[in-house]
């Protein structure tokens, strides 16, 4: 069985005993999470679409650990202007492992 859920804003096609890479979850590690918002249930014979959301379906999950991704370079450059400014940032995760998708 697989879901299509929304997690803060973006959309994740999850299994059971799946490890997912989601935006960061201010939440400790090990703590049970669960999702209500399931966009579609499905498994081989049939499939469920809500409209737009799946009534009374959910995902629980665990979350394994935290993380901070590759650097991420923004540069800016006005040409013949001698303006030139470098930044950069690490985009911040959470790991989660599905448990249960009802």
């Known amino acids: 069985m697989y879901a299509i859920v929304d997690i803060r804003g973006q959309q994740f096609r999850v299994e059971e005993s799946q ?3 989601v935006p960061h979850i201010q939440e ?3 703590k049970a999470i669960t999702f209500d ?3 579609l249930l499905g498994d081989e ?3 469920k679409v809500g409209q737009p959301l799946v ?3 959910k995902v629980t ?3 394994v650990d935290h993380g901070r991704e ?3 370079v923004v540069w800016k450059k006005k040409r013949r202007k001698g303006y030139q400014v470098k930044n950069g940032h690490r985009q911040q995760f959470t790991r989660i492992q599905i448990e ?3």
Do not use: F
């Open 70 to 72: 590759k650097k991420v």
């Open 55 to 57: 009534k009374g379906a």
């Open 28 to 30: 400790e590690i090990g």
């Open 61 to 63: 999950g665990k979350i």
């Open 100 to 102: 249960k998708i009802s």
């Open 19 to 21: 490890i997912i890479k």
């Open 37 to 39: 918002k399931i966009l």
């Open 45 to 47: 014979e049939n499939t």
